[in-house]
């Protein structure tokens, strides 16, 4: 998958994960999206031509994670990653992309503001700069707030939110020192699906935080 320019395949972050294992003779990155340029013998889920997005973990599609859960084919971990111009990959190792999403959005978390408008929900995105802020908000974002402004942005989601008592569902990209502002900003049976850590690790501990 020929990348259309090299600045179209998007970093995690710069912060190193001290529990992942990595080795470093392979190509970082992720998370990508291109077309598929030709297929093997045998596959069925795609054809060239076809608009596709990796997965992260290319071995475990849907079995429940294991204590070697980190010893698979993750990509730019274990195996190489997508920062490349040309990548084979398993036929369950990638998605199909909507026709309404470019290479940048599918392959970032910004897809997700187009997913939550398309199904009518009101987003908030929390940013660290006006300057940032312009993504989601050309994606059509409800709110943002800046927490560099606002460091105390969970108190703000909250107030925000359609009840006042907290947001239905988070997408937290910060992880664990990012995560106590987002379990104190979701309401009671609310949802919080965790991406990435692009804030890092607390060095002290590994336990989730309290959201006391």
């Keep these: 998958m020929p990348p259309m320019m090299t600045k179209r395949w998007t970093l995690e972050g710069n912060t190193v994960v001290p529990t992942l294992p990595t080795t470093h003779s392979v190509l970082p990155v992720s998370d990508g999206a291109r077309i598929v340029e030709a297929v093997a013998p045998g596959v069925t889920r795609f054809k060239s031509g076809y608009r596709v997005a990796t997965l992260f973990d290319q071995d475990r599609v849907a079995s429940p994670p294991t204590d070697k859960a980190w010893e698979t084919r993750n990509l730019g971990g274990f195996t190489d990653g997508v920062l490349r111009q040309y990548g084979a990959y398993d036929e369950e190792g990638l ?31 929390i940013t660290s ?28 989601a909250t107030d925000l939110s359609f009840d006042g008592l907290g947001v239905n569902h988070v997408i937290d990209v910060g992880g664990p020192r990012a995560m106590a502002q987002s379990l104190k900003a979701i309401e009671v049976y609310a949802c919080m699906s965790i991406k990435g850590s692009l804030v890092g690790h607390q060095q002290k501990s590994s336990r989730l935080p309290s959201s006391a």
Excluded: C
């Design 95 to 125: 998605v199909a992309i909507l026709d309404t999403l470019d290479f940048q959005h599918a392959s970032t978390l910004f897809a997700a503001v187009a997913f939550g408008e398309a199904a009518g929900a009101r987003i908030l995105a």
């Design 129 to 156: 700069s006006e300057s940032k802020a312009q993504m989601p908000k050309s994606l059509g974002a409800d709110h943002i707030i800046n927490y560099n402004a606002k460091p105390d942005w969970d108190a703000a």
